[in-house]
C-alpha cells in the first residue's frame, strides 16, 4: 500500500508537471502567434494576399495608411485597383498581375510604380511568395512591399543632372577633358582621357582617345613635354587649379589650359 501509495503520488505530480509544461508552451506558441499577427499588421511594409483570379484577400494597416483604403473597402477587390495601366515611364502594367501569377519566379522580386486612392503614383519594391494548392497550382500570391519613392526621386534627379552635365559638356566651345594622372614612385608618368568633348577633338585634331593613355595617343610627349605633366600632377595630388598657356612641342601647338582635380 505504501509503495502504490507512492507510485500514485509520483505519478500525480508527473502529471501536473507535465500539464505545466504543457499550458507553457500553449502560452509561448500563443505569445509567438500574436508577434507575429502584430508584425503583419504594424510592420513597416505593405502586405498584401490576393487570389490567383486577383481578389485581395488581406490588407494590412501598414498598406490600408499607406494606399489610402480600407480593408473592408478593398477585401474582395481586385488587386488591378493598385495597379495604373500604364507607369510614368512608358511601361505597360496592365497585364502585371496575372503574369505575377503565371509567372511567380520572374517576380520573386519586383519594382513597379502603384497608385494610391488619391491618385498619387508611388513606386514599391515588391517581394513575391507564391502558395500553390494541393495540386501544384498557384492560389494565392503573398506580397510584400516597401516605399522607394524618394529613392527614385533621387535617381531620377541624379539622371537629370547628368543629362544638363552632358549637354553642357557636350555643347562647351572650349575643349574639355577629364583625365587619370598615373604616378611611379610619386612622379606623374601618364595620364588616361577618361571623358574628352567634342571641342577639344575639333581643336586638339585628336579622335577616339577616351580611354588611352596620352603617351599612346602622343607619343613621345613626356620627353617634349615634361612641363604639362609636372603641372597636371601638381593639381591632380591636391594643388589648386592653374591656368597657364603653354606650347606643346610633340603637337606643334599652342593652348591655354585651365585644369583642377575635382
Not at 93 to 118: A, F, K, M, T, W
Not at 131 to 143: C, D, F, R
Not at 194 to 203: K, M, P, S
Request: hydrophobic share 40%.
Amino acid at each position: 500500500l505504501l509503495a502504490f501509495a507512492t507510485f500514485a503520488a509520483c505519478s500525480s505530480a508527473a502529471w501536473v508537471a507535465a500539464a505545466q509544461c504543457t499550458a507553457l508552451q500553449s502560452s509561448h506558441l500563443e505569445q509567438t502567434r500574436i508577434s507575429k499577427v502584430e508584425w503583419v499588421q504594424n510592420g513597416n511594409s505593405a502586405i498584401i494576399r490576393w487570389s490567383r483570379d486577383g481578389r485581395i484577400l488581406f490588407f494590412n494597416e501598414y498598406a490600408q495608411a499607406f494606399f489610402g483604403w480600407s480593408a473592408e473597402e478593398v477585401i474582395g477587390q481586385h488587386v488591378g485597383l493598385l495597379v495604373p495601366t500604364q507607369e510614368s515611364t512608358g511601361v505597360d502594367l496592365s497585364g502585371l498581375v496575372q503574369d505575377i501569377v503565371d509567372h511567380p519566379g520572374r517576380y520573386l522580386n519586383n519594382v513597379n510604380e502603384n497608385i494610391c486612392r488619391d491618385g498619387r503614383r508611388v513606386w514599391m519594391t515588391w517581394t513575391n511568395r507564391a502558395i500553390h494548392g494541393e495540386q501544384g497550382q498557384v492560389t494565392e500570391i503573398l506580397a510584400v512591399g516597401n516605399d522607394i519613392t524618394e529613392r527614385k526621386r533621387i535617381e531620377e534627379a541624379l539622371r537629370e543632372s547628368e543629362r544638363t552635365y552632358r549637354s553642357l559638356f557636350e555643347g562647351m566651345l572650349n575643349g574639355y577633358a577629364h583625365c587619370r594622372m598615373l604616378f611611379e614612385q610619386g612622379e606623374p608618368v601618364d595620364f588616361i582621357y577618361l571623358h574628352v568633348n567634342r571641342a577639344f577633338e575639333t581643336l586638339t585634331g585628336l579622335r577616339n582617345v577616351e580611354g588611352r593613355p596620352v603617351s599612346e595617343v602622343i607619343p613621345g610627349i613626356r620627353q617634349s613635354d615634361p612641363g604639362v605633366f609636372e603641372i597636371y600632377g601638381r593639381v591632380s595630388l591636391g594643388g589648386q587649379p592653374e591656368r597657364f598657356e603653354i606650347y606643346v612641342e610633340a603637337m606643334g601647338m599652342w593652348f591655354a589650359i585651365s585644369v583642377y582635380s575635382p
